[in-house]
């Protein structure tokens, strides 16, 4: 079955890299996603990996993926108050409707 | 690009009324999802449209609720004789539909049932 599993909290200092991880089960993923949601908000999509890519970079964000354990990281550099909220990892399976499973999320908190 | 549109922002209903929601997705997307979450959880997938087709319907979804997108356009999500349990928030998402396209969601509709 598909299943995608984070953990619950992780609490940074301004400036400071975190790094954010996911473990999935589905071997058939294609794509996998980071969203962020922020307070009451919607699901904002941050970066997506290709099952076939090993890291992905773009701005302060570096996806990294290892198919063999199923395991992804959102890193996010230099990390700012703004940033704090919460992050879930999808993976999209095979087949016709590209639904996305997600994560619990992991709260995200910033301290200045 | 103006975005998924949901509509209302909140909700607050006694059990057993009855609720309607309404998505807009973005104009040029043939894919609408609606997705429910509770608090501390994920979204949960709740159903699929590709144009006014609905073609995929999680266990979720119980008798209670329909989903219809008429002209493939915009999508309603009707819930009957609302239970306390219903409570959450509604997100509706669009896409193009061709492989990889992300998901993009609403900010959407916080159901409180009394």
């Known amino acids: 079955g598909e299943d995608v599993e984070q953990s619950l909290f992780l609490s940074v200092r301004e400036g400071d890299s975190s790094v954010i991880n996911c473990t999935y089960t589905d071997s058939s993923s294609t794509y996998l996603y980071w969203y962020k949601q922020e307070p009451g908000a919607g699901l904002q999509l941050l970066t997506y990996?290709?099952?076939?890519?090993d890291m992905k970079q773009d701005q302060r964000l570096t996806v990294l993926l290892n198919k063999k354990d199923k395991h992804l990281s959102l890193r996010i550099a230099d990390t700012q108050t703004g940033d704090s909220a919460i992050y879930f990892c999808?993976?999209?399976?095979?087949?016709?409707?590209?639904?996305?499973?997600f994560g619990t999320g992991t709260l995200l908190a910033v301290q200045p | 690009d103006t975005g998924v549109s949901q509509d209302p922002r909140h909700k607050i209903t006694k059990r057993g009324q009855n609720v309607t929601f309404r998505c807009d997705p973005i104009?040029?997307?043939?894919?609408l999802y609606w997705y429910r979450q509770t608090l501390g959880q994920g979204p949960e997938f709740l159903t699929y449209f590709q144009n006014e087709a609905q073609l995929e319907k999680s266990r979720l979804l119980s008798d209670r609720f329909s989903a219809e997108r008429p002209k493939g356009s915009f999508s309603t999500l009707e819930i009957q004789r609302t239970e306390q349990g219903d409570s959450a928030m509604y997100l509706c998402a669009s896409s193009r539909g061709q492989e990889n396209s992300p998901l993009h969601f609403g900010n959407g509709t916080r159901l409180t049932v009394t």
């Open positions: 999808a993976e999209m399976g095979g087949g016709a409707t590209n639904k996305l499973i």
């Open positions: 104009s040029e997307h043939n894919r």
């Open positions: 990996i290709f099952s076939n890519m």
